[in-house]
């Protein structure tokens, strides 16, 4: 049996909805901590260390924020590829179109950089607890397209 050779006008609508990824809460957390275990017993100096510390748990609670508040504006909740255009949710409800400028896809983590009009670039880390398994498939199959047409004559995304 032949292979049909699909091409991005193939996909006519794709819609994943986002949740906030525990692997992704949790991994982060977990470094955090590592690195501020690593400020306490380094050798700087004690203001040195509590600035370090006050950066850490800001850098935390902005992880938080933003990737594990479902209804947070800077919370991505879902991306959509609709007639040809990306559009980025957010999780006020926003839609926002946006160009793909980079992805990768394996089986356990798809990562998605997007330039959203007049803001600065995005970057998605999709683990497998993001989203159902079968929008990630089909996310994975449309950014394969998107490469090989991106490799044959630039990215229409």
């Known amino acids: 049996m032949a292979r049909q050779k699909l091409e991005m006008g193939d996909f006519h609508n794709l819609s ?5 990824s525990r692997l992704l809460l949790i991994g982060g957390a977990a470094l955090h901590l590592l690195a501020g275990v690593a400020v306490v017993f380094s050798g700087v100096p004690h203001g040195a260390k509590a600035g370090f510390i006050a950066l850490l748990v800001w850098s935390l ?3 938080g924020f933003r990737h594990g508040l479902r209804r947070s504006p800077g919370f991505i909740a879902g991306i959509d590829w609709l007639d040809g255009r990306w559009r980025l949710r957010d999780g006020k ?4 179109p946006a160009r ?3 992805g ?3 089986p356990l983590i798809v990562i998605l950089n997007f330039r959203p009009d007049n803001a600065p670039v995005r970057s998605l880390a999709l ?3 993001a ?3 079968e929008s990630l498939r089909r996310l994975r199959v449309l950014l394969r ?3 090989d047409a991106d490799a044959e004559d630039g990215a229409p995304g």
Do not use: N
């Open 61 to 63: 609670a902005s992880l």
């Open 93 to 96: 409800g926003g839609r926002r």
């Open 16 to 20: 994943v909805d986002l949740r906030p």
């Open 131 to 133: 989203a159902d398994a």
């Open 127 to 129: 683990l497998p607890d």
């Open 100 to 102: 793909l400028i980079g």
């Open 104 to 106: 990768y896809a394996h």
């Open 145 to 147: 397209i998107w490469r």
